[in-house]
């Protein structure tokens, strides 16, 4: 009886241990994302170095929008490619049209490439934030307010910045279901 309770015990502490794991993989994952700059993440909030600008070199920023199958938009970079110096902020946009004939919500989800570059690209204020909705027919020009952090590795020329659009639901009816 002794080594049933013993064996009941363990795999209530191994279930309760493996709970525990998936609780906090979303987290540990993303701290692991951060640090390392894997998969695109990106900072999302100034620090203190955009207060200085590095004018000592330059960094090519390119800008390339995709949009997710079935997604009636279109969604496009009004500029492709800039020339910036490290810790300079700049304004962006991102014209978006809904080709429908309802309002559609979209939300812009960022990459940043290489991975390695991702968490020296900070967003002040993003589109990408928010979901984006877009009534029949109608046109947005959508900002983008970035800089580069001055501390981007010497042997890092170029990011490229890319948005994937896909269909979001109304705030409302995500709330509803």
């Excluded at 009636?72 to 970079?77: A, D, G, N, S």
């Excluded at 968490?119 to 580069?148: D, H, M, W």
């Amino acid at each position: 009886m002794d080594r049933q309770k013993r064996s009941f015990w363990s795999l209530v502490a191994m279930a309760v241990g493996m709970f525990g794991f998936a609780f906090a993989l979303v987290p540990l994952y993303n701290v692991f994302c951060d640090i390392t700059g894997i998969n695109g993440k990106t900072a999302d909030t100034p620090t203190a170095a955009s207060e200085r600008v590095d004018t000592s070199r330059q960094v090519t920023v390119e800008f390339v929008a995709y949009i997710h199958p079935g997604m009636r938009w279109t969604f496009e970079p009004e500029v492709r490619r800039m020339v910036v110096y490290p810790g300079e902020t700049h304004t962006v946009s991102f014209k978006a049209h809904n080709l429908t004939a309802v309002e559609t919500v979209g939300q812009a989800v960022p990459s940043v490439s290489p991975g390695l570059g991702a968490q020296y690209f900070n967003k002040i204020e993003c589109f990408c934030f928010n979901r984006q909705p877009l009534g029949a027919g109608a046109t947005a020009s959508l900002p983008l307010v970035f800089y580069v952090d001055p501390a981007l590795p010497e042997d890092i020329n170029t990011l490229t910045l890319a948005y994937t659009l896909f269909n979001a639901k109304p705030e409302a009816a995500a709330q509803t279901q």
